[in-house]
């Protein structure tokens, strides 16, 4: 049976996040609620968005609404029926009697609830309908996380479930891991557990705070907020009844009793209103003072809030050995959390999975870690892992594996998938090769370049990888979260705080050549990202000669909210991109004018389909729902390229001074609106020089390597500025811009 038609039932954050997203596959769908008035909010919910639930904001009219009484007959032609409603099994038993009484013969039912089991869902369905009763747990937000759990139990057509698989797979562009009806299925169980380890532990061993997250986030592999800045997120009272319900449905001696005890100080902030972002705060808090906002963290032992403190651990990889070798309480307190949770994890097999490996999937794709129990596990080493841990009685995985001491236990990495992914492919490389900063995966016919830095930001020993990998045909792909937030610039200031100027222009004269390179070598480079795309990791995009995109990105030139200018070729490409146009062709302005609006602004676009009208991506760029597949998809273009000719080099007609004056007019409009202020008009000055061509006459044809000098001197004259450094190390410290 093929699914061509479905209808979400319940119109709430995950209902319409369904239905957003089965937008987004161009699946038709109906959005259901108590009321039309009710699921037509949703919809203009999911409009206004941010970040989007859809790729295309103009599709917003295909979800069709109504209620569940004058408009339940959509059932009857729907292959597919969702219910996201609340999580009250009276209210459900009522939706599911209604729904069997009208869906069409083999159309799937399936319900997104992340705590209630099947046999308690469908217990009032024949066995008939059980056949076709399913949950389908979706992650929220629908359209970004990857994860979808089929659950299943022995009642199920299993055809119909792997025909469901299938569909949101290649249709929904979905992670979809089927596992077995128990308690938390699989991300819930593992992600939750291992919250709690870090939490308990961190009261146990009297850290703050700040060190927990600091060392259970980036040196883990888990992503920054750590455990308390996500119980913030999350909502502590929300979390509060996420452990109740495991309480319940858990066996006593199962060990997540142990960590989900009741403890007083959360108790209290629960009672107090303290329950995270949402209430008043909670683990952290933001508090005013004269001279702004300033975050304040709890101290787990006396209550007290004082000023947050950073915690720096000197290790911004993931490096599990050296964490948990560490002779100190961060060490202790790694070693302690990891143990716990690959204990945990390894005594869940064969009982919700099969197969060890969906558990780390499930972990990547639901919680965003870049490592899950098992791959924590093969780092660390079977040898080193079982001289260091405790008692693992009982546990008949470790007790396995302790005496065959094997360790290559991991084998194939996805085995939920049968799609030829990155994460199969890098284990068959004829070699790796590389170096700090990126990964080179070496093939018969083709190369791999995987960045590894924090967020994928670009350095020298990247641009060194990149440039050592173009001996073959060429796939720059990343596992991780972002392609690239750009050049690292925290590297960058560490040679402007030592006046150190010569440093930088020589990195960025390397930028340029490197990018350079990649455009014009003899063999095709693909670019292949998901995630951000950014500043310099957008510049590496641009001057790839094919690109297959994921979705799901935040694509852009954001480098003049710090104060800079693209100078890796980014106004250069940008501007070769607007002059291919036929408004340019009648006007020489136009392409620097069109130009000057996008990058002054630092306008970013959160999908292919946003991109393309600001010639981020172009029309013949692959866009990709899957982002299992982009390794396949790029491939396939190689396969297609086999004659492939380096493109000629580009020239330059730019108005020079004559478009100058328009872009000064602009600005002042600007200035006088107080929308911009002094050094953003040193900033937009810079960057209307480049685009203009510089001193350019209308007559004179300038070269890339022109445009390249033009962009680098710029940069290099904000770059000097304190105004540009003040604003990168706000940035910096802080995460955010400063504002004009």
Not at 24 to 30: D, Q, S, W, Y
Not at 540 to 569: D, M, R, W, Y
Request: aromatic share 8%.
């Amino acid at each position: 049976m093929k699914i061509k038609n479905v209808v979400v039932i319940g119109s709430g954050t995950m209902g319409s996040g369904i239905a957003a997203h089965l937008c987004n596959a161009n699946i038709p769908v109906t959005l259901l609620d108590l009321k039309t008035e009710i699921s037509e909010n949703a919809r203009e919910r999911i409009h206004k968005s941010r970040p989007p639930l859809l790729i295309d904001k103009s599709k917003i009219k295909n979800i069709k609404v109504g209620n569940i009484e004058d408009d339940f007959s959509v059932v009857e032609q729907a292959d597919w029926v969702v219910e996201a409603v609340v999580e009250r099994i009276d209210i459900k038993h009522q939706i599911y009697e209604k729904i069997f009484k009208s869906r069409k013969d083999g159309a799937i039912v399936s319900s997104n609830t992340s705590s209630i089991p099947i046999k308690v869902l469908s217990q009032n369905l024949n066995k008939e309908q059980k056949k076709d009763f399913c949950i389908t747990h979706f992650f929220n937000p629908v359209r970004y996380m990857g994860l979808l759990e089929i659950v299943k139990n022995e009642d199920n057509d299993l055809n119909k479930i792997n025909q469901l698989k299938e569909f949101c797979e290649l249709e929904l562009g979905k992670g979809a891991i089927v596992c077995n009806d128990t308690p938390g299925f699989l991300g819930n169980r593992v992600g939750v557990y291992a919250m709690q380890i870090a939490m308990t532990e961190a009261f146990k061993m009297k850290l703050s705070v700040e060190e927990a997250d600091a060392i259970f986030g980036r040196p883990m592999g888990i992503p920054k907020t750590g455990v308390f800045g996500l119980y913030d997120l999350i909502g502590i009272d929300l979390m509060a009844d996420v452990l109740k319900s495991f309480i319940k449905e858990l066996p006593e001696t199962d060990e997540f009793h142990e960590v989900a005890k009741e403890i007083p100080l959360v108790k209290k902030l629960i009672e107090t209103g303290y329950t995270g972002r949402k209430g008043k705060g909670g683990f952290y808090r933001m508090k005013k003072t004269d001279s702004g906002k300033v975050m304040e963290a709890i101290n787990l032992q006396s209550g007290d809030y004082s000023l947050s403190k950073k915690i720096d651990i000197k290790s911004d990889k993931v490096d599990l050995k050296g964490l948990i070798n560490r002779n100190d309480k961060y060490g202790e307190y790694a070693w302690s959390v990891l143990e716990k949770i690959i204990k945990y994890a390894s005594s869940l097999v064969p009982e919700i999975t099969k197969e060890f490996n969906d558990i780390d999937e499930a972990m990547r794709l639901g919680f965003n870690w870049a490592k899950g129990p098992f791959e924590m596990l093969e780092e660390i080493g079977v040898k080193n892992f079982f001289e260091k841990v405790e008692n693992f009685k009982g546990n008949n995985f470790l007790e396995s594996l302790s005496k065959t001491k094997n360790e290559n236990f991991y084998g194939e990495r996805q085995k939920y998938t049968s799609i030829e992914t990155l994460g199969k492919v890098k284990k068959t490389a004829t070699s790796v090769d590389g170096n700090s900063s990126a990964s080179i995966y070496r093939f018969n016919d083709y190369n791999i370049v995987e960045f590894t830095t924090k967020a994928n930001a670009l350095d020298y020993d990247s641009m060194d990888a990149l440039k050592k990998a173009t001996d073959k045909p060429l796939i720059i792909i990343n596992e991780s979260m972002q392609f690239s937030a750009g050049v690292n610039l925290t590297y960058t200031m560490e040679f402007a705080d030592k006046n150190d100027f010569k440093s930088i222009e020589k990195f960025i004269k390397y930028f340029q050549e490197t990018c350079k390179h990649l455009k014009y070598s003899k063999h095709p480079v693909i670019s292949a990202p998901s995630g951000l795309t950014l500043g310099g990791g957008f510049e590496v995009l641009v001057q790839s000669n094919f690109v297959a995109s994921h979705t799901n990105i935040v694509i852009g030139l954001v480098e003049t909210i710090v104060g800079l200018i693209p100078a890796g070729g980014g106004c250069k490409e940008m501007l070769a991109r607007w002059l291919d146009t036929e408004e340019a062709k009648k006007d020489s302005n136009y392409a620097p004018l069109k130009v000057f609006d996008i990058i002054g602004y630092g306008k970013t676009a959160t999908s292919p389909v946003e991109a393309e009208p600001l010639k981020y991506l172009l029309p013949e760029n692959k866009k990709i729902m899957n982002r299992n597949s982009l390794l396949e998809v790029s491939k396939k273009i190689l396969d297609e390229n086999k004659d492939f000719k380096a493109p000629n080099e580009l020239k330059f007609n730019l108005p020079g001074k004559a478009v100058i004056g328009e872009m000064n007019k602009i600005l002042e409009k600007l200035y006088n609106d107080k929308i911009i202020l002094d050094h953003g008009v040193e900033v937009a000055k810079e960057l209307a020089f480049v685009l203009s061509g510089g001193d350019t006459t209308m007559d004179k044809v300038l070269t890339e390597d022109d445009l390249f000098r033009l962009e680098l001197d710029a940069f290099m004259r904000l770059i000097e500025t304190k105004n540009t450094q003040d604003r990168i190390k706000h940035t910096l410290a802080t995460g955010k811009p400063l504002v004009n």
